[in-house]
């Protein structure tokens, strides 16, 4: 095993929108927020080959209801990303996107992956 780190590197970033609890995006699903935000990364890359994709991290903070089904592998479908790519969706509370960032960073820099989405995704109005 080589001792080497791998450069990662960030080549796309969107921002969901804010809203608040009950707010105007009260009846957006989640998955469907996390769709907009991947295919607006990757709708900057139409050159990407879609089917060298690793993997999608997903950091959600309350995975329940609508949020609570692999946020990830949903989202990324919705976003049309093919059937052969995986997703994993992960809990760090509130630093949960941020974690996502840094684990799909790490695989990379340890030579598991060479292409990684990662992304957060949350909507407060989904909470019991």
């Given at each position: 095993m080589s001792?080497?780190?791998?450069?990662?590197y960030?080549?796309?970033?969107?921002?969901l929108?804010?809203?608040?609890?009950n707010?105007?995006?009260k009846?957006?699903?989640?998955?469907?927020?996390l769709?907009?935000a991947?295919?607006?990364?990757?709708?900057?890359?139409?050159?990407?080959?879609?089917?060298?994709i690793d993997d999608v991290?997903?950091?959600?903070?309350?995975?329940?209801a609508?949020q609570?089904?692999?946020?990830?592998r949903?989202?990324?479908?919705?976003a049309?990303l093919?059937q052969?790519?995986?997703?994993?969706?992960?809990n760090?509370?509130?630093?949960?996107?941020?974690?996502a960032?840094?684990?799909?960073?790490?695989?990379i820099?340890?030579?598991e992956a060479d292409l990684m989405?990662a992304?957060?995704a949350?909507?407060m109005?989904?909470?019991?």
């Open positions: 001792t080497s780190r791998q450069e990662a960030i080549i796309s970033a969107k921002r929108p804010v809203g608040k609890k707010g105007q995006m009846s957006t699903r989640p998955d469907d927020l769709a907009a991947l295919g607006a990364c990757l709708g900057h890359l139409p050159e990407l080959d879609r089917t060298a991290v997903v950091g959600c903070a309350m995975p329940e609508e609570g089904m692999n946020m990830a949903i989202g990324l479908l919705l049309g093919p052969s790519v995986p997703g994993i969706t992960i760090r509370f509130c630093a949960s996107g941020l974690q960032v840094a684990y799909a960073a790490q695989r820099q340890l030579g989405l992304a957060g949350e909507s109005s989904a909470m019991p």
